[in-house]
């Protein structure tokens, strides 16, 4: 049984930051791209960052790109969000998930294209 379990959100000032971690199991985790996702309060899901299982290609979301930084550790089957200089628009849920690609280069900014998610940790930013 395949899952992915967050951590790491909580409540933080405008300017701090926060590292979330996601750590698979259940997974071969190198054959699979892994994303990240938020959803605020009213508003759909929407796409933060991906990167490929070999850390060779990497994808931001134009608004936390400069300040969001995507990591993984294949031996740890675990990925990581560093979110710095945080502001309040960035409060939501953040979700990790798993996209079966085995290409090196492939990462997807689609939600359909991943196949599995984790149950989502809060992230609030005060102003």
């Known amino acids: 049984q395949v899952q992915l379990v967050e951590s790491g959100g909580g409540l933080v000032q405008a300017g701090g930051s926060l590292r979330l971690s996601c750590a698979a199991s259940?997974?071969?985790?190198?054959?699979?791209?892994m994303g990240w996702f938020r959803q605020a309060p009213g508003k759909e899901r929407e796409f933060v960052a991906a990167?490929?299982?070999?850390?060779?290609?990497?994808t931001y979301a134009d608004s936390v790109k400069g300040r969001f930084t995507i990591a993984r550790d294949n031996a740890k089957s675990t990925v990581y969000l560093q979110m710095n200089s945080l502001k309040p628009e960035d409060t939501a849920v953040y979700y990790c998930?798993?996209?079966?690609?085995?290409?090196?280069?492939?990462?997807?900014?689609?939600?359909?294209?991943?196949?599995?998610w984790g149950q989502g940790t809060q992230v609030t930013v005060s102003s």
């Open positions: 998930s798993a996209s079966h690609n085995p290409g090196r280069y492939s990462v997807a900014r689609t939600e359909s294209l991943y196949n599995y």
């Open positions: 259940g997974l071969r985790f190198t054959d699979y791209a």
């Open positions: 990167m490929s299982w070999s850390g060779d290609s990497i």
